[in-house]
């Protein structure tokens, strides 16, 4: 069949690099923006780790299977791909610790501002541990979210930090990283990106757009496993000077010296808490191996050819669909979603034959495309197990309505 | 040879439990209060969460293999083994994220006292992160710190929170918590302890003595691998009121609604914070299958006859060492610590032989004795080792003198 797209350029019908992933057989994997596959390598990684590491070295592999440094090496494996400077960013705890850390230090150095600004396209967690935040600065703080469409006109004076998702976890809509940083810097405002959707997805350049904190998380677009631990990205300018409102013994100058008062460490060292997460870091380690040899450009290209197909191809066939994302894909992530009334049910009828997006409340059907292992078949089997779905209403059924605990 | 100890309780030999545990061939390994052993079936345990739960379920793990509410299930079964109620524990971050946790909440339950007690037994991290805590709330707390010895004098109507490690990391020594609990309570002071040397080690009832927040972590006698996550207890009467600072999606009282305002949520759910750590949890829940039968008042009585056992031999044996631990085993938790002013090389000169404990600056040796795989041959064994060290002074190697980065 022909394409309706009318981009010239056509992604691979299946990537190369889908063998670097276990991937059960029978399914098109469409929600690596909510949890990535396991890469091949990471089931041997953590199987060492465990007998070999753990088990044979005992308390002597904090040194000698280098589990102390682990956070900063593995830390400096993700800034490659995020445009980050080398030695500025940690790995540990979650994404929502790591956002009170960033925001805590943001708002330290403008002691003299009260306000907060997000969007309503933010990740709720987000949100909320910035509402938390507040409650325990005391201090009259306010977190003021405004629409998505609003935030660059809402950059003033005012503002102490703009904590912003770069990739809207509904939509996929993609915020101008650089131009955002850079009103925000006219208007002394300090930035705490998000990368969530971002890292591992498209090209980001933390560096190049001066962003002074960012935070992230791995189990997405970088397959680290089911809750992964998160990294935190000092820019090097603030990162002697950052306040760690968490302030651990792992961020402390010197942790073995057991010190009675807080003194911070050097550089994004001082943004770590506490005993890092070996197990998990190992795996997260092994999962990067997938980028080798990656060009995160060409990914980019893919990831936008493969979502216009897939938005040209639904709109062409399943007319009670509405895209709920950007259609130019420039401003957009590696995602597409589109709205139907009964989208729970809907998703779960895909899933039950083999094609795995994800639903988010109220109406919204997410399909993430990564071309690590996602191509162009993919796509056009996928809608066509969609307009099964739709044209033969098979989400009409009892169970398919029944809502899990996670959705 | 005779045992110098004067106890009529002889300890097993060899533990029966010690084939729980995968252990190297000619370790005796005494320092399972810092990092415990591989119990066997953890690596088996995870690679199946790796490959037929994330490899093979992929995003849907999140409901059919249990991961949401494995934060709580595993907390379950640590409750059991610190006389926690069901349901009032729950697992997530590290300890010292948990220490922030619960003294964030316990202030807030006495907003009109400013000064958060602790001794100088206690971890440094949980110091580190109450400072971070104070100058965030900005509101002119004081941490008091004291001895030990000169805690239950200094609980007094002015105290807000009582934070305490019951087991001191360096010397063993053992706070009484029901009595230091009541009187806490006598004068309105708010409870958090700190059971990183308690849970596994000995009995605790959580319930009986009242306390009112706690936390540890389960990497040590718990057994979890490097890393493994932490646990907050919650009082089940505060459960319902107490303010998670750190307001996280986990914790909301419905995550999956992307409500943009935080509630949270039921009981100690509410501290749960970012996605969980499925992977580490699943080292952990295969980890407590070794406490299956095992009857803590057993182990406490076994572990208090190795330390005396090991307090014995050492004195007779080894006169240049000098005990820094409580003789008397109540007083005590599961390590006996001693001093030689060339602790750090004597150390290595043990871990070389094979005898792994640990060393805590300045001049401390750490023997951890956990029941569950020493027995008192392993003590014997231990002690004669040691004494060659010290008599043919095997220490005194230049490379025994080099400190790595992890003492």
């Known amino acids: 069949m022909s394409d309706p ?10 990537p190369a690099t889908r063998t670097r992933f276990d991937l059960p057989d029978g399914v098109i994997y469409l929600d690596g923006n909510s949890l990535g596959p396991l890469p091949v390598g990471v089931a041997d990684r953590v199987a060492r780790t465990l007998t070999a590491e753990w088990g044979g070295q005992l308390i ?14 593995v830390g400096d494996r993700i800034a490659r791909l995020i445009g980050a400077e080398p030695g500025s960013v940690v790995m540990g705890d979650t994404l929502s610790i790591k956002v009170y850390q960033a925001v805590a230090a ?12 997000s969007d309503s396209g933010n990740f709720p967690t987000d949100l909320y541990m910035v509402e938390g935040l507040i409650e325990t600065l005391g201090q009259g703080h306010t977190l003021r979210v405004v629409e998505p469409e609003a935030v660059a006109d809402a950059i003033t004076d005012e503002v102490a930090v703009l904590m912003l998702t770069q990739v809207d976890y509904r939509s996929g809509r993609l915020h101008d990283m650089a131009a955002l940083t850079a009103k925000a810097h006219a208007h002394g405002v300090v930035t705490v990106w998000d990368l969530a959707h971002s890292a591992g997805a498209l090209p980001v350049d933390l560096a190049g757009a001066r962003a ?8 997405k677009y970088l397959n680290g496993g089911p809750g992964a631990p998160a990294f935190i990205y000092v820019a090097p300018r603030h990162a002697d000077s950052a306040r760690p409102a968490l302030s651990g013994w792992m961020g402390h100058a010197a942790p073995f010296a057991f010190d009675p008062a807080y003194r911070p460490g050097e550089g994004v060292e001082r943004m770590r808490v506490g005993t890092p997460p070996v197990i998990a870091l190992a795996a997260l380690e092994a999962a990067l191996d997938v980028w080798d040899g990656v060009d995160m450009a060409q990914i980019r290209r893919d990831s936008m050819a493969l979502c216009d197909l897939f938005i040209s191809l639904v709109e062409a066939r399943c007319p009670t669909l509405t895209l709920a994302s950007p259609r130019d894909g420039s401003q957009r992530g590696s995602q597409v979603s589109f709205r139907h009334p009964q989208g729970y049910a809907v998703m779960q009828a895909l899933i039950d034959r083999g094609v795995i997006g994800d639903f988010r409340a109220p109406d919204v059907l997410r399909f993430g495309f990564t071309p690590l292992y996602i191509g162009a078949a993919d796509v056009r089997r996928a809608v066509d197990i969609l307009q099964q779905v739709i044209d033969g209403a098979l989400w009409d059924r009892p169970d398919y309505h029944k809502k899990a605990i996670v959705t």
Request: hydrophobic share 35%.
């Open 60 to 73: 002597r592999g904090w040194n000698s299977a280098g589990w102390m440094v682990q956070p900063r090496r």
């Open 106 to 117: 943001a708002l330290a150095m403008r002691p003299d501002r009260r306000v907060i600004l």
């Open 5 to 14: 797209q009318t981009s010239g350029y056509s992604p691979p019908e299946t």
């Open 212 to 219: 002074d904190f960012a935070v992230g998380c791995t189990y």
